[in-house]
Nanobody, 126 residues
């Protein structure tokens, strides 16, 4: 069973930066897709960024140019560098993994992913 643990969330002002981390156990991240998702109160969970096994990346339009997803294969850790944060970026952020097999619905589709972390809260104040 893949286990994912996020860290790095917090409270920042508009324009600030945060770096989220996701550590995986019992699984090599490079074996499948890894993604970052977020969910604000009353809203659906949305895909923010994803990284393919090949290390190609995909971003939601709302964060492209501000967020960067990366993966450290040696440390088996996933990162999300978030710059120029806006109040609308406030949400619970989740790390997700497909595991070694998946039903592909798109890199930013929650249904593609089989394993989820507990989430880390990001709050951006104006």
């Amino acid at each position: 069973q893949v286990q994912l643990v996020e860290s790095g969330g917090g409270s920042v002002q508009t324009g600030g930066s945060l770096r989220l981390s996701c550590a995986a156990s019992k699984y090599r991240m490079s074996s499948g897709f890894m993604g970052w998702f977020r969910q604000a109160p009353g809203k659906e969970r949305e895909g923010v960024a994803a990284i393919y096994p090949s290390s190609m990346t995909q971003y939601a339009d709302s964060v492209r140019g501000r967020f960067t997803v990366s993966r450290d294969d040696a440390e088996n850790t996933l990162f999300l560098q978030m710059n120029s944060l806006k109040p609308e970026d406030s949400a619970m952020y989740y790390c997700a993994s497909t595991g070694s097999s998946w039903s592909y619905r798109g890199p930013l589709a929650p249904a593609t992913y089989n394993f989820w972390g507990q989430g880390t809260q990001v709050t951006v104040s104006s």
